[in-house]
């Protein structure tokens, strides 16, 4: 599940915290189930309690915003539509309210975030796996699955 699809409606309205962490705390009951997105405590507190894993993808900040950029652009030109039909326009990639405006506001804060946060909780019943880089996430991701390099 995407943490996005929970938070953005039509149109592209943010819904308000609360029916945010409902939403998102109603997926965590069913078998199975993973999230993705960016860290709030928030969230956090809705969601690792319930959780066997957590995976945290530490990447530097110049390779996160070339994602970022990468992705927004496609989306744009082949019109990808997100959730409940969504667009991104290419105008999200500049000004105060962008999506790179946002990164470089938040990028800086999320690793304090997330190292207390995962301090404290008081014996986390999840294994926590803090990846550098793309590399060691792809060699864990195939450890998990059982497959040879």
Do not use: C
């Not at 939403?23 to 066997?52: K, L, N, Q, Y």
């Not at 008081?122 to 590399?135: I, L, M, N, Q």
């Amino acid at each position: 599940m995407e943490l996005d699809s929970l938070l953005w409606g039509p149109a592209w309205t943010m819904r308000d915290d609360a029916a945010y962490l409902t939403a998102t705390a109603a997926v965590v009951p069913e078998p199975g189930w993973v999230i993705e997105g960016t860290f709030r405590p928030d969230v956090a507190h809705t969601v690792w309690p319930h959780a066997d894993t957590v995976v945290w993808l530490d990447f530097r900040f110049t390779l996160v915003a070339a994602r970022l950029l990468r992705r927004t652009i496609r989306r744009a030109v082949t019109r990808e539509r997100l959730w409940h039909g969504n667009v991104e326009p290419l105008r999200d990639l500049v000004g105060r309210g962008s999506l790179l405006a946002w990164l470089w506001q938040s990028y800086p804060k999320i690793p304090g975030e997330v190292s207390e946060f995962e301090a404290e909780m008081e014996s986390p019943a999840a294994v926590f796996h803090r990846f550098a880089t793309p590399k060691e996430a792809k060699q864990w991701l195939r450890n998990v699955r059982g497959e040879t390099a």
